[in-house]
């Protein structure tokens, strides 16, 4: 690919940074931005590699490599004052760039810079076929180049149904799942009203226990701890198992259930599960507590893990895409969260909360997390 020309009009009205010599427009992840938006808005047009090394916040190499992706070209030292030669390739152009601004009122940054461009740099996958089948190839690449996120979308399969039955918006979990939980809360309430429930004793079936409406509370909340700990459970063994280099299908499926995200953290078309795969695992659950315990109570207990997984995966969503207000709990775990994807791969697997990370010792150290 033909490097070209940096114009001042495709920089202006944007954000762009630069660290030392080298310039970036990153626009397009200013929203994205786990410090917030503002971090970036306020550093427009300003040499930024003092706050790369920290301190407060040192960045890790996969955000140094990330930031990478929105070089767009190169401060030139002693630039001559002669305008360059209008429609030659790969030419140093003169910019005056303005401060990239949502509002009208803000004030406009602006310097004179020479620029030079850079080709892509070639990755181990052919991007422009479907990736599914090229990642068991990598072997013992594999886990390394995973874990180094893109700021692009994948395509998983080579059929378009396929790969648009693979893609699941947000609101799809809420559509589907909600008037799930809904109906059942409404079930076991109704059920457990009656007065008839009862729960036989493990010792003789001649002496039971009758399980009053308050029982659901307590039940229900129960459901929702049972799914704390498989959600930290899945995402921790099966999410994040450690595939053999030698096999082609373990890797390739990996990176179907969740290496896909790693590598495209920001991919907002599979940052949810899709309600098909989910229910192989929620309907099993359904049938079991079913049949181990009376219906209102093994139900009670399972809208409660069904609630549970709702909450994860709009939880999940919101880290990626949300703006929680700085010195939330929900900044905090946004900026958690962020350090699994970008620096510690191998720990941090709670989403919701760090409920389970801390018993396991699997917790993120603490001056690790104030990075950014």
Not at 28 to 39: A, D, M, Q, R, T
Not at 86 to 96: D, I, L, T
Not at 222 to 240: D, K, P, Q, S
Not at 312 to 321: A, G, N, V
Request: charge should be neutral.
């Amino acid at each position: 690919m033909a490097a070209r020309g940096v114009s001042a009009a495709e920089l202006r009205g944007r954000c762009w940074v630069r660290r030392g010599r080298k310039v970036y427009d990153v626009s397009e992840f200013v929203k994205l931005h786990p410090g917030g938006e503002n971090l970036l808005l306020d550093r427009t047009g300003s040499d930024i590699q003092a706050d790369l090394e920290g301190p407060p916040h040192r960045h890790s190499g996969n955000a140094l490599r990330w930031l990478e992706q929105y070089y767009v070209g190169q401060l030139e030292e002693d630039a001559p004052q002669e305008q360059p030669r209008r429609g030659a390739e790969n030419q140093h152009v003169r910019a005056r760039a303005n401060q990239y601004s949502p509002a009208a009122s803000h004030a406009s940054w602006e310097s004179e810079m020479q620029f030079k461009t850079l080709n892509p740099k070639e990755d181990l996958v052919d991007w422009e076929r479907p990736l599914l089948w090229q990642v068991g190839h990598l072997r013992e690449k594999y886990d390394e180049w995973v874990h180094q996120p893109v700021n692009r979308p994948i395509r998983l399969f080579h059929s378009d149904f396929v790969e648009w039955c693979s893609k699941t918006s947000w609101y799809i979990v809420l559509a589907v799942w909600v008037p799930a939980v809904a109906y059942l809360v409404w079930y076991c309430l109704t059920e457990l009203a009656r007065g008839e429930t009862r729960l036989f004793s493990s010792f003789t079936t001649d002496y039971s226990i009758h399980v009053p409406i308050v029982c659901f509370f307590p039940l229900f909340l129960t459901g929702v701890m049972v799914w704390t700990l498989m959600e930290y459970a899945i995402h921790r063994y099966v999410f994040h198992m450690n595939p053999p280099a030698s096999n082609y299908f373990l890797i390739t499926l990996h990176f179907m259930l969740h290496g896909q995200h790693h590598k495209a953290p920001f991919d907002s078309s599979r940052l949810v599960f899709p309600p098909v795969p989910a229910s192989f695992v929620i309907v099993p659950l359904y049938i079991i507590l079913q049949r181990v315990l009376p219906p209102p109570v093994g139900l009670s207990i399972f809208v409660g893990g069904l609630f549970g997984y709702v909450v994860y995966d709009m939880t999940h969503y919101y880290l990626h895409y949300g703006s929680p207000a700085k010195g939330s709990y929900l900044a905090w775990l946004k900026s958690y969260h962020v350090r699994h994807h970008f620096e510690h791969q191998k720990l941090g697997f709670g989403i919701t909360s760090t409920l389970w990370d801390r018993p396991f010792n699997t917790l993120i150290p603490e001056d690790s997390v104030k990075d950014q």
